[in-house]
């Protein structure tokens, strides 16, 4: 790996970088939540966040590494700076700046790389990364999705300059725009959202081959449960069922609260029979959930539907959510409590 190429007009870059005073910080939970939400969007197992200095460059978050910095001349992100947004490459071992880099010879063997600058005052002051040990490709599509995470993370890095009346204000344009995303009772994200990485991992799937799975969650007889013990104690039920299936599933898997008693999953590599497995652990799980009303313990059921791309060939994702759909019927008419795919 050569030396690092120093961008031209570094002097402007160090200058703006040292103005935001952030270099030295810790690592910072507020970043924490940008690489956590990379990781999960991309399924990768590394992102982070980085500002790279004179020599060395800093990361404020990170996924799937284990060091908080790195010497600026085996950096990968150098290079970004050089670039005017970002830098991709789908595999670094082929790639002759940098298959003799440490990162791609070594440890991490790192294969596929996307990083995007980030600036202050118009200057590249770090970058916003995943990576993989694996190659893959970067759609259009996903170059998109990363712009809105950058946008993200660069509101974290401008709010570091704002008073404190403009802060404040951010801080309820982010609440506004989880609120638009999210379900409020239960914390997941809502059907509109859920609904979007669907049609995400669908086009992934295309793309890759790999199968994805659907999973339709309903809890059994919940009208009963809302007659009998009251709306609110309802929503306490919900809500500890969408805890227990989070609990569940792996953190690359996505689900959505999708109406009243009803959670959709979507599972991506995983195929008929992982889905058929990971349904009978819900199915486990949940059968030890029960939720205290008063001194009366309150068991809570549910069923399961589930849809594979390796079982069923679709042309859409609405196709296959009409046959998780259709499962989830299928496991309500055979006695509920059970799943059906
Ligand atoms: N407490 C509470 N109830 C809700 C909420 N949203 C929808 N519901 C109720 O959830 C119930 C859903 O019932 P269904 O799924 O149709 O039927 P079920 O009784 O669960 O029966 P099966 O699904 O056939 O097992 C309805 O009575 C809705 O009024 C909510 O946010 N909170």
Known sequence: MPDAIIPR???????????LGI????????????????????NTPIAYVSLIDKDTQWLKSTQGLDFVSTDRSTSICTQTLLADEYMICEDLSKNEH?????????GLKMRFYAGFNLKSKEQNIGTLCIADD????????DITTMRDLVSWAQTEINLTQLGEVQMQLITELDQAQK????DDLTGLWNQGTIKEVLQRAHHRHLITQKPYSLMMVDIDNFKQV???????????VISAVADELKRSIRPT?????????????????CNHQRAEELSQRLLHHNKKLSI??????VPTNISVGFASTDYISVDDPESLLECADQALYTAKQEGRNCARG
Do not use: M, W
Not at 27 to 37: A, G, H, Q, S, V
Not at 98 to 106: L, Q
Not at 179 to 182: E, I, N, P, V, Y
């Open 9 to 19: 007009n570094e002097q402007q870059r160090l200058a703006a970088l040292d103005e």
């Open 23 to 42: 270099l030295y910080t810790p690592l910072e939970e507020r970043f924490d939540k940008i690489t956590r939400t990379l990781c999960r969007i991309f």
């Open 98 to 106: 940098f298959k003799d880099n440490i990162f791609v010879t070594s």
């Open 134 to 141: 694996k190659p893959r490709t970067f759609s259009q599509e």
């Open 179 to 182: 609120h638009a995303r999210t």
């Open 226 to 236: 809302n007659d009998t013990y009251g709306h609110p104690f309802g929503d306490q």
């Open 253 to 269: 898997d996505t689900i959505g609260r999708y109406g009243g008693d009803e959670f959709l999953i979507i599972l991506e590599n």
């Open 292 to 297: 205290l009303n008063k001194d009366k313990k």
